[in-house]
């Protein structure tokens, strides 16, 4: 199976912040790479899929880049809806695999 | 709009199956893919596999093959997670989500929380 591993786990920042969450992927999986937020007792929110489309009506200070192994997603101006957790998931191999999430929390 | 809408909790013993039900709605059921995913308490997200609503074929994770079922009822536009010889482990909050295209997560479902305990 393909691996995903995701920096930082968890990190506080300050309401206004840029945020970048890096995810990599323990073999190269092209641009199959989505981005996902989820909130305490909540669904998951698809964010980005194909390593750098917004999903639909997602707002445009989320981006996401990269390829082969190596991606990240940017929060270009943190606000108070956006402390979550994110995780990637590859969908190159089967089975798909999701990174173990970043936390994002208050500073 | 579209909802998916899934069916609730469920306790279960350990040995036993559980059937997750996952009715759609504002949408042509038959012409996206239905992708489970689970969450144990705490712990991060699982894929588990897909079904094809308009031929009924599947595709499971390996760990899952065996034990895993997913079906639809297209008459009710619903589809159907079955896990059988559930254990402790099985222990999670199951959801359905709508593949929108490219695998692409465009929906999902509540979730629904199934807890195995003697």
């Known amino acids: 199976d393909i691996q995903m591993t995701q920096s930082p786990s968890s990190l506080s920042a300050s309401v206004g912040d840029r945020v970048t969450i890096t995810c990599r992927a323990s073999?190269?999986?092209?641009?199959?790479l989505a981005w996902f937020q989820q909130k305490p007792g909540k669904a998951p929110k698809s964010l980005i899929y194909?390593?750098?489309s917004l999903q639909t009506g997602v707002p445009s200070k989320f981006s996401g880049s990269g390829s082969g192994t190596d991606f990240t997603l940017t929060i270009s101006s943190l606000q108070p809806e956006d402390f979550a957790t994110y995780y990637c998931?590859?969908?190159?191999?089967?089975?798909?695999?999701f990174g173990p999430g970043t936390r994002v929390d208050i500073k | 709009q579209v909802q998916l809408v899934q069916s609730g909790a469920e306790v279960k013993k350990p040995g036993a199956s559980v059937k997750v039900s996952c009715k759609a709605s504002?949408?042509?059921?038959?012409?996206?893919?239905i992708h489970w995913v689970r969450q144990a308490p705490g712990q991060g997200l699982e894929w588990m596999g897909w079904?094809?609503?308009?031929?009924?074929?599947?595709k499971y994770a390996q760990k899952f093959q065996g034990r895993v079922t997913m079906t639809r009822d297209t008459s009710i536009s619903t589809a159907y997670m079955d896990l059988s010889s559930v254990r402790s482990d099985d222990t999670a909050v199951y959801y359905c989500?709508?593949?929108?295209?490219?695998?692409?997560?465009?929906?999902w479902g509540q979730g629904t929380l199934v807890t195995v305990s003697s």
């Open positions: 079904i094809n609503p308009n031929s009924g074929g599947t």
């Open positions: 194909a390593a750098s």
């Open positions: 073999q190269g999986i092209t641009n199959y």
């Open positions: 989500a709508r593949d929108v295209g490219g695998w692409n997560y465009g929906d």
């Open positions: 998931q590859q969908y190159h191999t089967y089975p798909f695999t």
């Open positions: 504002g949408y042509t059921f038959t012409a996206y893919y």
